[in-house]
DNA sequence: TGTCTGAATGATCAACGAATTCTTCAGCGC
DNA sequence: GCGCTGAAGAATTCGTTGATCATTCAGACA
């Protein structure tokens, strides 16, 4: 049983290496297994096929934000400033990988033609700490009282869209995207403070 | 004088009737042409290359946007009821341009590839209404005061973005979009109400 | 029996010449 | 001169062909 993790662990680090040299299109499965003394076709033990891969690499990445947007979650400062750490930390997490290591902005575009809805599972985990931190800043008084929290949730997303996708903001840099991010938490974190009257269509 | 723009407006819409229907790399200039009775040569008295017709074409669709948002920054409305709005007529607009005609998309494209600057001419459009109506709503009273407008508006647009390009809601329903759409102005027309605390560094 | 290989298969990609298309411009008719 | 054409040139796309690659699987090995 471990010896199966510890295999699939071995193919998945030999693919990143790989994977964030050459790219996900120039890496050939048959490298991958070169690398480790094994044929391409027992790949296929460990992995249903290619994309598993880059999958396996994306989830790897995410589980260290998540693991930060727990601990930000837990933190003990007010809820807005919670809020700006947890997207602030999130994009400059994956600036930083795609300038250290180009090639992963592939990986991110392959996955969104090939795995549509693999970006929808990490949008509802982020949404586990938002709700978290929303539902303190309202037991302390410091946003008014919210009906739908998970839906309150999807908006905050929704309106910081432009800040998750690096094909969108690629142009600009960290530091303006920041004062971007910032500015439009600015206006969202006063909505929640006075308290938002949800359109009458939206209530559940 | 006017004989130069009726040519141009003729073959702009010869332009058009081909692009709708087969879209923008199907068509032609020699198509375009023949269809004007001219040489494809002739067509570029009037367009300096054939992406200039797809800008052209785009003007004309920005231009009916721009008049109708001018028509509800005027009315005699409340300025959220205003801003839903703007923003509702330009989703709707483009949603029913693209569902009427799929080939529109593809311009939409080439022109963001090809003219990536043209969509920062709307964007600055596009605020010169959001100011007027956030300036109206401040003065009766309905908005706290605002320090920077200008700013506040690109917020605001920044929010939005993902109602803004049909590559990245083209997967929703119109219905769904308006919903969330409300959903996102939710939150900023509480905060435009409460008054927007801007973060230090990108005060003025 | 459980692992793994390596050949077979079909899909995708790259290369490259041919064809099409965009764009320019010398010159023609008015 | 003015407006336009049509041929020439440059750039791009297209279609074909050969090679590479992902994936499968019968069977070898242990």
Redesign the interface.
Known sequence: MNDKTDTRQQILEAAMNRIVHYGYGKTTMSEIAGDCGMSAGNIYRFFASKIDIAEAMARKFNLELYQTYAEIAREDRPAPERLRRVFEYGLTHSYDAIEKDAKILEVAEVLQEERPLFFNEGLAQERIYLNQILEDGVAAGTFAPITDTT??S???Q?????FRFPQ?YSLLTLAKLK??L??????????????????A??KR
């Open positions: 839906f309150i999807e908006m905050i929704s309106a910081l869209m432009k969108l004062r971007e910032n500015g439009v938490l600015d206006i969202i974190i006063a909505g929640l403070k006075h308290g938002v009257d949800i359109t269509e939206n």
